[in-house]
């Protein structure tokens, strides 16, 4: 098993075998639940802004694993011993952004259907709510890493975290909304939004990690 695997697998582990990502998940659902109180339990209603508040939900959820996916390894000195083996920053962190996708992005998934019943959604708009989660996933895992890494070691990281990570997160938003409601274009935009974040954020949550090594 090569180096970056194993950083995977173990961002896998680590965020199940320590119920990381329970928290999340839960927070997602109780959106859920708490919604139609909020508004009224009008079908229609309901139905046509449940797609936007599916997004809201998993964006802040999103936000709850931050603090423990770079700040714990900062601390314990296992980023270092991978800079000592020659790994780059960035590929750790590219790494570090997989599992996270991995260990958060399915259980949402099987979250929404839960959550699009309790929104009384009707089942022709799950497929595009849950494909637009599928393409957008990606780019708020990798959100989650950058922000993670530029505010790991700083005090109010929580807090920190959503400042930094709610404005980027603002297209996936607005565009996995559009996906939701089935405009084909809003699929293609929340794609390139989804794909440039990807790319860009291992970079990014890199050389933070590097400065906060120095």
Not at 55 to 81: K, M, T
Request: glycine share 14%; proline share 7%; aromatic share 6%.
């Amino acid at each position: 098993m090569s180096v970056y695997a194993a950083i995977v697998w173990r961002e896998l582990r680590r965020a199940w075998s320590t119920g990381g990502m329970l928290m999340p998940i839960a927070f997602f659902l109780l959106v859920a639940i708490l919604f139609p109180f909020a508004v009224g339990p009008e079908a229609r209603l309901l139905a046509r802004v449940g797609g936007g508040v599916i997004w809201a939900a998993a964006l802040l959820a999103a936000l709850l694993p931050v603090e423990r996916l770079v700040a714990p390894d900062a601390e314990s000195g296992v980023l270092d011993q991978f800079a000592v083996r020659g790994l780059p920053d960035a590929g750790v962190a590219a790494a570090k952004m997989l599992g996270h996708w991995l260990g958060f992005a399915p259980a949402l998934l099987v979250a929404t259907v839960i959550a699009a019943a309790l929104l009384h959604l009707p089942g022709s708009a799950l497929v595009p709510i849950l494909a637009g989660l599928a393409i957008g996933t990606p780019g708020l895992a990798a959100l989650g890493i950058a922000t993670a890494a530029l505010v790991a070691g700083l005090r109010g990281a929580g807090a920190l975290a959503g400042l930094v990570m709610l404005p980027f997160a603002v297209p996936l938003l607005i565009f996995g909304a559009g996906a939701s409601a089935g405009q084909p274009g809003a699929f293609k935009l929340l794609g390139a939004v989804s794909l440039l974040l990807v790319a860009g954020c291992p970079l990014v949550a890199g050389a933070a990690i590097r400065m906060g090594r120095n």
